[in-house]
């Protein structure tokens, strides 16, 4: 894997440039709409990957900062403010949100961190499903487009699905971009040892506690965008974005993408939204996801430090 | 090499020739491609289930005896979960890939709020089976309602408390879209038919023990109690306000509109009150009534067919259904633009949730008629006598 | 506020303390043989309400139930064996962090499966258990408070289940075997004691309890397929409140949840009440994660 870690990178980039051009000659863009939405969903796991796969916390609470990223935008952007400025707010609003919750929960190990960030999740789902200004268990619809630069905009609808998807494949490429760059860097470097070992990292002088608030933040951070984004594109949000089944889905697609492995989740983040989005799945969806999690547990037998990208051994195509 | 080419061009050749036999045998048959998104699993199966059901079963008879103008309907039906942006995802799958001619459906409200602008955008209608009066209004020329107003609902409600002499009400709803939506429709007019308000709270839908939130009301000094919400927390209620020993009339939403909340509650179903529509009571109706026919045939197909007992909530799937059905037989079109249209100038059509009488600015096509006062007596449903 | 308001909060308060009670008591067994959370802990609950519900069609009630709890019993037993033991290995070796943390993850996935299986089974629709005495609207009376005598039945079931749990982990072999186990993994195996059994048993165990808990409760709260989740996470948290590990002080938890839920509802509105209980778990965890009575040593080591 690190013979040259730039060549993943470049074959999905590849691959996603490639794909409209299939599917205009198959006649199928209306494959672009779920592809989007596919894709905001990998970059909210591609954060929890890099906190889970490479400094070992494990969070169920990702859902909710994809929903703070969500209703802020949805609510700012309905109250009339610039939807590039709403976007900041949102982006902010979830990393001051990490940041709060974080500094007091990372402290807890195993076990415990996982149900106090089970617990955030929750907390953000009743309070965006009980609190009528947020929409109460309706949500917020008729989310104005997000207005780029003069006529690229995120927003539904037919004429736009071509733009929509390549902002989006953008936006997904320069996260992996700049996660693989992190990693290789002196930050990216002390994150990896707090996954080995937090004593050993300690000692070498790493700031154990500011490397894990540093990847929780940037992990909301994953999430907010993709949340603000989202709601922009299908132009409403509900609470069903907060629910827990969501964090757990989000655990399953890192789980099975390789821990350590961006490409790898994001390619697993994809193809399962993808499935799930269409229907696929049935009236399964949420088996699917469950059946997954189980299967990798079962298979992946060394507990969570996988050396090996473990997308190949699932037959993802990469 | 060249044999190779030959017979690759001749496979090529022929498989030209069976797509266009293919293509050209649709053109002679043209199936009608209808969508229905429903929740049939997840938090809102109690609704969406049976819309499926019965969906699938009118579909089913329709085709049957022939189909619309001779054409055979195809159901497309896709399980939501609830979810809003599966909805969307599933209605621009719908409308761009499966090209279907109308969508019946979703079955929550936030979903329809999802994705009615964009089924309108595309000039495809949408026929929700949800309650929130934000989805037909304001008016949009392709977006429909089957079930009643909940203002209606409340007003039923209220009239009642009024004759009965209820001056202290107490509110309790689920947090949903459903029972949000009533408890604003109660809170705006309650006031009309002189009754005070003394309480009003929302409840978490998955609650299995409501006494604590019973006592707040018993605290409260109310004559009477209303609960607005289509979840099993129905019964709870009913079943915890005599265990706490809470004496007061209790009123139902039409979310009470199935045979199994009664079951669930069992000795503590007696007496409670609630406005719906009359497929519960479709026996007892006069002969001369206008839905009583077609209540009795839904009522028997679906236990024929399901064996378990036809409910309300699934009446407005078949009202949906129905709708369209006469829609297009009026368009003789299979053209979305052309079935709105029609969808819009149908009137005295009876369905299972009252008579619709559609119009340009009425997208729900219920009046105050479509509701009646009932009860439940000895575990059944019944008409409510006091009118 | 008079006084008859005030005890009918505290008997609310009962209620729902002893379903959590219950509930906490099966998560604790699990914890203290493996070191896993089982995150599947409320679907055999919910296995245990439906089960009776269906059984109780052909046979009477009491048996009934107790079928109800061998078969939900039987599945913790088989899920155990085929998923967790599937990995066994790890758990002897049990020092990292990573491989409990593996398993518990892994119980998230089992608790999905179940209700999707349970679906299958039973439908959407709720199902309902007949009151062991009286009906729907029966009531008595104590202090000015009314509750239906389902509670009694409830409130005598989590003693009972508790009493045998003491007993058992005190005076049988088997459960003495448990909690040399839970204290020294090596110690154990110099005895002879076998690691995977005792696992499998903890299982069996906290199955047999969440079933007994959702049959005891199924006729006041009714049961469908998808109560669990909401449970096991009030499990957990009380668990945790009381301090994981320590089966009494996850009764006196439950309890004390329970009736602070109860009373919040005079200044929060209900559809906040699982926010109280979640922020308690957070304050919890932590100031104090040993819980309010546990310490993290004695939680290891006790039982009951």
């Known amino acids: 894997m690190k013979r040259n870690p730039h060549l993943p990178l470049a074959a999905f980039i590849c691959v996603a440039a490639v794909t409209p051009v299939l599917t205009s000659l198959f006649h199928a863009n209306f494959f672009l709409t779920q592809l989007t939405m596919s894709a905001y969903y990998a970059l909210a796991a591609l954060g929890l990957c890099l906190l889970l796969g490479y400094a070992g916390q494990i969070s169920l609470g990702q859902a909710g900062f994809f929903a703070i990223g969500a209703y802020t935008s949805a609510v700012l952007c309905r109250a009339g403010l610039d939807p590039r400025l709403a976007f900041l707010c949102a982006v902010l609003a979830s990393a001051l949100v990490a940041v709060l919750i974080g500094m007091p929960v990372l402290r807890l190990k195993g076990h415990y961190l996982a149900m106090a960030t089970l617990g955030f999740g929750v907390v953000i789902e009743k309070i965006a499903r009980g609190v009528p200004f947020l929409g109460g268990a309706d949500g917020i619809a008729n989310v104005p487009a997000f207005e780029i630069a003069g006529s690229l905009q995120i927003v539904g609808g037919k004429a736009h699905r071509l733009s929509n998807y390549l902002i989006a494949f953008a936006i997904l490429s320069a996260a992996l971009a700049l996660m693989i760059n992190l990693l290789s860097s002196r930050s990216g470097r002390a994150l990896r040892s707090l996954h080995g070992s937090e004593e050993a990292a300690s000692a070498m002088g790493v700031n154990t506690a500011r490397s894990k608030l540093a990847a929780f933040v940037i992990a909301a951070v994953a999430a907010a965008v993709a949340g603000s984004l989202m709601t922009h594109f299908n132009g409403s949000i509900g609470p069903g974005e907060a629910a827990t089944i969501k964090s757990i889905r989000y655990l399953s697609i890192v789980a099975v993408g390789g821990l350590s492995n961006f490409i790898g989740t994001v390619v697993v983040g994809i193809v399962l939204n993808f499935l799930s989005l269409r229907g696929v799945f049935g009236v399964y969806d949420d088996a699917v996801f469950g059946a997954i999690l189980v299967a990798v547990m079962v298979l992946a037998p060394n507990g969570f430090r996988l050396s090996l990208p473990f997308a190949r051994a699932k037959g993802v195509p990469s | 090499m060249s044999m190779f080419r030959f017979s690759v061009s001749r496979a090529l050749r022929g498989a030209v020739i069976l797509a266009v036999m293919a293509v050209s045998t649709n053109a002679f048959a043209a199936p009608i491609k209808i969508g229905a998104i429903f929740a049939v699993t997840g938090p809102a199966a109690y609704l969406g289930a049976p819309e499926e059901k019965t969906a699938n079963l009118f579909v089913d008879n329709l085709n049957k005896a022939g189909g619309i103008n001779g054409d055979k309907v195809v159901l497309i039906v896709k399980d939501s979960a609830g979810s809003a942006e599966r909805a969307l995802s599933f209605a621009k799958q719908l409308i761009d890939e499966n090209e279907v001619v109308a969508i019946i459906g979703p079955t929550t409200s936030g979903e329809s709020m999802a994705i009615k602008d964009f089924c309108n955008a595309s000039k495809v209608p949408l026929i929700s089976c949800a309650a929130a009066e934000a989805i037909v209004e304001p008016p949009l020329p392709f977006v429909f309602k089957t079930p009643q107003k909940d203002s209606y609902v409340a007003k039923w409600a209220f009239q009642t408390m009024k004759d009965s002499g209820v001056k202290k009400l107490a509110v309790v709803a689920s947090n949903t879209g459903f029972g949000s939506g009533g408890k604003a429709q109660l809170e705006k007019y309650a006031g009309e038919y002189g009754i005070k308000i003394v309480l009003s709270e929302s409840y978490d839908p998955s609650a299995t023990d409501l006494s604590s939130l019973l006592t707040k009301v018993k605290s409260s000094g109310a004559d009477a109690l209303i609960n607005w919400s289509i979840e099993p927390a129905q019964s709870i209620i009913a079943k915890n306000m005599k265990q706490i020993n809470l004496a007061i009339p209790l009123y139902q939403s039409h979310g009470f509109g199935n045979i199994k909340y009664v079951e669930a509650a069992g000795a503590a179903a007696e007496g409670i009150i609630f406005p719906c529509g009359r497929l519960l009571v479709a026996d007892l109706l006069a002969d001369s009534d206008p839905q009583k026919k077609l209540l009795q045939k839904y009522n028997s197909d679906y236990r024929a067919a399901y064996s378990e007992d036809a409910s309300t909530f699934g009446g407005h799937a078949y009202d949906a259904i129905l709708i369209l059905t006469k829609a297009i037989e009026q368009a003789k079109s299979s053209d979305p633009e052309k079935i709105a249209s029609a969808i819009a100038s149908i009137r005295g059509l009876p369905g299972t949730a009252g008579v619709f009488n559609f119009s340009a600015s009425d997208h729900n096509g219920l009046g105050m008629d479509s509701i009646s006062m009932l009860t439940v007596k000895n575990g059944k449903f019944a008409l409510y006598g006091k009118k | ?304």
């Not at chain 3, 006084?3 to 009670?21: K, P």
């Not at chain 3, 959702?214 to 449970?231: F, K, N, R, W």
């Not at chain 3, 096991?232 to 089966?247: C, D, E, M, P, R």
């Not at chain 3, 957070?282 to 080591?301: I, K, Q």
């Open chain 3, 1 to 304: 506020m008079s006084h008859e308001i005030l005890a009918q909060y505290l008997f609310s308060g009962l209620i729902y303390g002893s379903i959590y009670a219950v509930i906490a008591l099966g998560f604790n067994i699990v914890y203290n043989a493996t070191g896993i959370i089982n995150f599947a802990q409320g679907e055999f609950v919910m296995l245990g309400g439906l089960v009776t519900h269906s059984l109780s069609a052909v046979l009477p009630l009491p048996a009934a139930i107790l079928a109800a709890i061998a078969i939900t019993a039987l599945t913790g037993g088989l899920l155990e064996f085929f998923f967790i033991r599937n990995i066994g290995r790890l758990i002897k070796g049990m020092g990292g962090k990573g491989d409990v943390m593996h398993l518990t993850i892994m119980t998230i996935g089992l608790s999905i499966l179940l209700r999707e299986l349970a679906l299958k089974i039973w439908g959407e629709q709720v199902k309902t258990v007949r009151f062991f005495t009286g009906t729907e609207s029966s009531s008595l009376s104590v202090a000015g408070a009314h509750f239906s005598p389902q509670l009694l039945w409830i409130m005598g079931a989590t003693a009972l289940v508790f009493a045998i749990l003491s007993a058992f982990f005190r005076f049988s072999l088997s459960g003495r075997a448990m909690r040399a186990c839970s204290a020294s993994r090596v110690g154990s195996r110099i005895c002879g004691i076998r690691a995977e059994a005792m696992v499998t048993l903890s299982f069996v165990l906290s199955a047999a309890i969440g079933a007994a808990a959702g049959a005891v409760t199924a006729p006041l709260t009714q049961t469908h397929y998808a109560i669990g989740t909401a449970l096991s996470i009030k499990g957990f948290t009380v668990a945790v409140f009381g301090g994981l590990g320590n089966s009494g002080a996850a009764v006196a938890a439950g309890f004390i949840l329970g009736i602070i839920e109860s009373f919040s509802i005079i200044v929060f509105p209900e559809a906040f009440k699982d926010v109280v209980s979640i922020v308690i778990l957070l304050s919890v965890l932590l100031a104090r994660p040993s819980g309010l009575f546990g310490s993290r040593e004695a939680g290891r080591l006790k039982e009951a």
